[in-house]
T-cell receptor, first 114, second 116 residues
């Protein structure tokens, strides 16, 4: 059973470009969480999605960031007009259900903005 | 709001020494989970343990052990007879429930270096 997959593993973007990060949850999982890890810091929650629905986006920056989890295909975290401060590791986690189900983390995408 | 404090930013020990990583948490929930993750230099997150708030029994897994004390809101992690491969950043995390989600609140991490 494949684990959570994220791609690309490394992404370099120039300031002002768009970054698209993909997360394929574990088979059978329909709940996805995105976390961001800034350099030398712990992970911080960004957004929680179920298929076709954003449930909690309380950790998402108000501008330039968006997330989706379509009926078919991976979850996408999209960052428009990237700035240097967006450089971070972005982790996705999936679970089989709500609250009490365990989360499984992907390997992360390391975004570098030059 | 939930909070996790890992007061030790960096620890450096010599191989074979025992080392304890501290974790103190704050929560108003009566039901919660506590976690430890390891992040080696390669960058992925490696799950180590999940502990339910109702289970205060200490846990041992090989050279790893965890001491959960609700009275002091602490969930400390001890590595016995440390090895160079234990070098990593270790994160303690706490669950935060809301809107059907279990968001994890992470501490700042402790960078552990095991010297040969």
């Amino acid at each position: 059973n494949a684990g959570v997959m994220q791609n690309p593993r490394h992404l370099v973007r120039r300031r002002g470009q768009e970054a698209r990060l993909r997360c394929s949850p574990m088979k059978g999982h329909s709940h996805v969480y995105w976390y961001r890890q800034l350099p030398e810091e712990g992970l911080k929650f960004m957004v929680y999605l179920q298929k076709e629905n954003i449930i909690d986006e309380s950790g998402m920056p108000k501008e330039r960031f968006s997330a989706e989890f379509p009926k078919e295909g991976p979850s996408i975290l999209r960052i428009q007009q990237v700035v240097r401060g967006d450089s971070a590791a972005y982790f996705c986690a999936s679970s089989a259900g709500t609250a009490l189900f365990e989360q499984y983390f992907g390997p992360g995408t390391r975004l570098t903005v030059t | 709001a939930q909070k996790v404090t890992q007061a030790q930013t960096e620890i450096s020990v010599v191989e074979k020494e025992d080392v304890t990583l501290d974790c103190v948490y704050e929560t108003r929930d009566t039901t919660y989970y506590l976690f430890w993750y390891k992040q080696p230099p390669s960058g992925e997150l490696v799950f180590l343990i999940r502990r339910n708030s109702f289970d205060e029994q200490n846990e041992i897994s090989g050279r790893y052990s965890w001491n959960f004390q609700k009275s002091t809101s602490s969930f400390n992690f001890t590595i016995t007879a440390s090895q160079v491969v234990d070098s990593a950043v270790y994160f303690c995390a706490l669950s935060e429930f809301g809107q059907g989600a279990q968001k994890l609140v992470f501490g700042q991490g402790t960078r552990l270096t095991i010297n040969p």
